[in-house]
């Protein structure tokens, strides 16, 4: 029947977007719990995993009492956005916009007690306004905000929300069905993930508006295609495909926000070599540099003083590390920019050490640093580090040497 597939569509969309709002939960709540507006934007986040919760409980239970806490939490919405958006822009809301935020949630509280018999359609179609009205009130903050008086990273993160409301404000409207209108699935749960995947890229501030919304449009794409294909296979009809679309595109938002949130715990656990120079001995270079020999990454360092390098000309050598004082076994390609006499003391020392690169430790006594960090088992921001870690040491040596 029309009615069950619709229903297990709408099920499974607000199912994912459930999860995708625990894992947001768990990442927010993860990284600081206690900052004030860590604790708004958890409890707007809370506020609609209880909404989904109940929705999907009412659905499939038919119990009365999850249709009530359902309507109690939309009414909830507009104000939790608007706790969250005062705290993002760092100034109060007009008053009015306050009152109505507040009134109309209490007012939603009492409204959600009355039978439905007596209640709809009108109640559903006062939500959507009530909704609708306080989302478009807190975008026009957001547009009209001082950016000035916001720091980029700030700017960044309620340009984030504004994209969000870009997707929740036309497909909220499709979660009022039935009631007002038929649509072949509800669309909230796929604005609730976008904006799940809003938040969790946050964290990585090297991601541009450009390259999430590029990312989204791909994916959107890809669902649209697998879901057409299934729809054609089984000849589903239009109402089937638009509904296998939206649960593939569910479906993958969640697989993605699920794999960035790998990533970015992953990224907490690394033990980064900047660690090491926020934590190692800084009085003392060998100290130092022995503290990096027992680092994960670069585990078995080599320190080499200029007393065990007389199989090389330590003059080539010393202008070498001059020139770039971390080398790597790219240096020795033959195709590499870099002087023959240079091309061979350097392969003869990464043979002999068995390395894949170099640093210069200190200038005068000549002592470097040999280790072996292969490219496949390394990540792209381990070089960056490590000539971070080079001139450290090197500044060490050097307040040493004026002391």
């Known amino acids: 029947m029309i009615l069950d597939d619709t229903l297990v569509a709408d099920t499974i969309t607000s199912l994912a977007a459930l999860f995708g709002l625990l894992i947001v939960i768990a990442v927010v709540g993860g990284r600081d719990a206690g900052d004030p507006l860590s604790r708004r934007f958890l409890f707007g986040l809370r506020v609609l995993a209880v909404l989904l919760a109940c929705r999907i409980l009412d659905w499939t239970t038919g119990f009365g009492v999850f249709r009530l806490v359902t309507i109690m939490a939309a009414g909830l919405l507009p104000l939790a956005a608007l706790l969250l958006t005062e705290g993002l822009l760092r100034r109060h809301a007009p008053f009015a916009l306050k009152l109505l935020a507040a009134g109309g949630a209490a007012a939603f509280l009492l409204l959600a007690m009355i039978p439905e ?5 009108w109640r559903m ?17 957001v547009v009209t905000r001082n950016r000035d008086s916001l720091s980029a990273a700030e700017n960044r993160t309620v340009e984030r929300m504004a994209l969000s409301l870009l997707l929740i404000l036309p497909f909220m409207v499709t979660d009022y069905r039935p009631g007002l209108f038929e649509v072949p699935v509800r669309l909230g749960g796929i604005a609730i993930l976008f904006l ?6 946050l964290g990585r501030a090297s991601l541009g508006h450009r390259d999430t919304i590029g990312a989204f449009a791909v994916i959107a794409l890809s669902s649209v295609f697998a879901g057409l294909a299934l729809g054609g296979i089984d000849h589903f009809g239009w109402r089937g ?10 479906a993958t938002l969640l697989a ?21 120079m926020a934590e190692g001995d800084l009085t003392d270079s060998a100290r130092f540099l022995r503290g990096l020999q027992n680092h994960i990454l670069v585990d078995g360092a080599l320190i080499l003083p200029a007393a065990e390098l007389g ?38 020392l990464f043979e002999k050490y068995e390395a894949t690169h170099v640093l210069l430790a200190t200038l005068k006594p000549l002592t470097v640093v040999a280790l072996n960090m292969p490219a496949l088992a390394s990540s792209p921001g381990v070089e960056m580090e490590l000539r971070a870690v080079q001139r450290m040491a090197m500044l060490i040596a050097q307040r040493e040497a004026m002391t």
């Open 117 to 121: 018999r007596f209640a709809e359609p």
């Open 125 to 141: 179609a006062a939500l959507l306004l009530f909704q609708f009205g306080g989302f478009l009130a807190i975008g026009w903050l």
């Open 196 to 201: 799940c995947w809003l938040t969790i890229g």
């Open 241 to 250: 495909s638009v509904q296998g679309v939206v649960i593939v595109l569910s």
């Open 256 to 276: 993605v926000i699920y794999n960035d949130s790998v990533s970015l715990a992953a990224e907490k656990r690394r033990d980064s070599l900047l660690k090491h």
């Open 311 to 348: 199989d090389f000309d330590l003059n080539v050598l010393a202008r070498a590390l001059e020139q770039a004082p971390v080398r790597s076994v790219a240096d020795v390609h033959p195709q590499s920019p870099v002087d023959q006499d240079i091309r061979e003391q350097l392969a003869w």
